[in-house]
């Protein structure tokens, strides 16, 4: 049974999740016809596959550090299956980038719940937010995510408020001196948010549109059921629970603002929904609840399997 196996943290469900990244992508690889395994690209090959597996070990340490999940490996199963879902991710190395720099952003925003080092805090999570935006633009928007976190503080002072600004200014102002010294130009910070682009046209492909349909119902599904539950929540975990589904909104805002539309986008929104579909599986104690948690995850894995043939 699914739930029992990765219903606990053992290496073998690891080494398992790495190896289904690695088959994902060479697949991916040969079914576009892109294989070339000369030395260069092999160590391309390599980047992407670790930056992957780096991702995916990421998301686990930082749910399972901050109580987000209980102590199992759902969260990691799903975000590795939505992975195979949309191979085009594979495809984007520096939206890769940009996630892990969020992810490692929502450490520390997570981690805010303490009165422990406090400043260092919101400025590691504005440095992971910029340096985010430099990968990709719209990236930026998660800056909506830590001034939420920041006024909740039991603690809370005016002068919090404007560290993620001085900090995001003196970031920006490091990368435009060595853009200008590197490049002798300011051009890049005319491109550097890109232009939005509502056009879902390029949803059009079948196995596309069934997967971002998917992704978003179940967002809705599980975002739904995790709200309904959050007054009943300790509060030890309501204000992760929050974060979560505020990165989750504004991941789909991303999704939506991203120009040429190919299916790389949906990864942000990976890590949101992999992290509240955990929730809901792992908070079913009762026989139904657990049918229908072992229902969804091998219905999941036969649609990673079928959607390839569509």
């Not at 000369?38 to 686990?60: E, K, Q, W």
């Not at 340096?131 to 928007?141: D, H, N, Q, V």
């Amino acid at each position: 049974m699914l739930t029992s196996f990765f219903g606990k943290s053992k290496p073998i469900n690891y080494i398992l999740l790495s190896i289904a990244i690695i088959i994902g992508y060479f697949f991916g690889l040969l079914t576009t016809q892109d294989l070339s395994l000369s030395l260069g690209s092999l160590s391309s090959h390599g980047l992407v596959i670790f930056l992957m597996v780096f991702a995916v070990l990421l998301l686990d340490f930082i749910i399972r550090k901050n109580n987000v999940t209980k102590n199992n490996t759902f969260a990691i199963l799903l975000f590795v299956l939505f992975v195979l879902l949309v191979p085009e991710v594979y495809n984007d190395p520096k939206l890769i980038l940009a996630n892990i720099f969020v992810l490692l952003a929502t450490r520390r925003i997570l981690s805010l719940t303490t009165e422990k080092n406090t400043v260092k805090k919101i400025f590691d999570a504005t440095m992971y937010i910029t340096l985010a935006s430099f990968c990709y633009g719209w990236a930026i928007l998660f800056f909506v995510v830590l001034y939420p976190a920041i006024t909740n503080k039991t603690k809370f002072t005016l002068t919090y408020l404007f560290i993620p600004i001085i900090g995001f200014l003196g970031i920006t102002s490091i990368a435009v001196a060595y853009q200008f010294v590197v490049t002798d130009s300011y051009s890049w910070l005319y491109h550097w948010i890109p232009e939005r682009d509502f056009d879902l046209s390029g949803y059009g492909d079948r196995g596309l549109f069934i997967t971002t349909v998917f992704l978003l119902g179940l967002l809705l599904w599980m975002g739904g059921a995790r709200l309904s539950r959050l007054a009943s929540l300790s509060k030890k975990e309501r204000p992760s629970a929050i974060t979560i589904l505020l990165i989750a909104i504004i991941s789909v805002g991303i999704v939506l603002a991203k120009t040429q539309k190919n299916g790389s986008e949906l990864f942000f929104l990976f890590a949101p929904i992999a992290a509240i579909t955990s929730n809901y599986i792992e908070s079913g104690t009762s026989k139904i609840r657990r049918v229908v948690s072992e229902v969804f995850l091998w219905s999941l894995f036969v649609l990673v399997l079928v959607l390839p043939l569509i």
